[in-house]
């Protein structure tokens, strides 16, 4: 997905604000090695930095990257996607906000973050979990069929369970684990849900001839009218799956 860093940092900087309570559960040391996978535009690579810790941020977007080091010029960032990615370290510990939901791959995602923590290390890693935005993709599948379009998912949005046990499948040990909703206001308030999908749901539209996106976009959105509109803001249900985990130091 082609990723717009500007608009990205200046509307939905919600992403990353939430963010910071996940890395007060990743409680960043100083001479601690960090990478923080799907870094964006970087504010949370930089806010872990600000412990003292060496962290790498890493995205598989080009222009979030570049954003990220014009911001943040001190600190280390790659362009390297989360499926195949081979870093010439390991780390203590892999950080991961709102990234992990979008790679359809998760074997291979766990496979590399497992390759590049050092024994006993670290994962942290909030994401969308089972439920996630179901609203939202429930309005646009209504009207996407409506109108003669097949909808297919996308995200990959696991429960606590699935997701622990795919973990432990890759020698991970659960330590915590949190699964709560969380009503996120969108960040337009005239048409809330026409812009968070535009923002988002590229990969649905590609489905939709362009003259048709607009009206069927909205259509969706006057769908959620009467449950997601108040007081002139728009809302949508996020669900969280956060967890901290520890790759067991004895596995080869
Ligand atoms: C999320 O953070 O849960 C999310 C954001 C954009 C698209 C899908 C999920």
């Not at 923080?36 to 504010?43: F, P």
């Not at 849900?193 to 259509?219: C, H, N, S, T």
Request: hydrophobic share 40%; with cysteine; aromatic share 12%.
């Amino acid at each position: 997905m082609a990723w717009n860093a500007d608009l990205y940092k200046e509307k939905h900087a919600f992403v990353f604000n939430y963010g910071n309570s996940v890395v007060e559960w990743l409680q960043p040391k100083t001479g601690e090695s960090i990478l923080d996978l799907g870094c964006g535009t970087g504010e949370l690579t930089a806010q872990i930095a600000e412990s003292g810790a060496k962290v790498k941020g890493i995205d598989a977007s080009a222009s979030m990257i570049a954003s990220a080091k014009s911001h943040y010029p001190s600190i280390d960032f790659e362009v390297a996607d989360g499926t195949t990615f081979s870093l010439n370290q390991t780390f203590d510990a892999v950080f991961s906000n709102a990234t992990l939901h979008w790679i359809r791959q998760k074997e291979k995602v766990l496979d590399r973050i497992w390759h590049h923590l050092k024994p006993g290390g670290k994962l942290v890693l909030e994401m969308g979990g089972k439920g996630n935005v179901d609203d939202i993709t429930g309005a646009l599948s209504k009207a996407m069929e409506e109108k003669g379009y097949e909808f297919k998912p996308f995200w990959y949005f696991p429960s606590p369970g699935e997701y622990t046990s795919l973990l432990e499948e890759y020698d991970f040990r659960v330590n915590q684990l949190s699964y709560f909703d969380r009503e996120t206001e969108l960040a337009d308030p005239e048409n809330g849900i026409v812009e968070w999908l535009q923002m988002f749901g590229a990969y649905y539209l590609e489905a939709i001839p362009e003259a048709e996106r607009l009206p069927i976009l909205k259509a969706a959105q006057e769908s959620l009218r009467a449950t997601n509109f108040r007081d002139g803001k728009w809302y949508t249900k996020y669900v969280r799956l956060r967890v901290k985990a520890e790759k067991i130091a004895d596995a080869q």
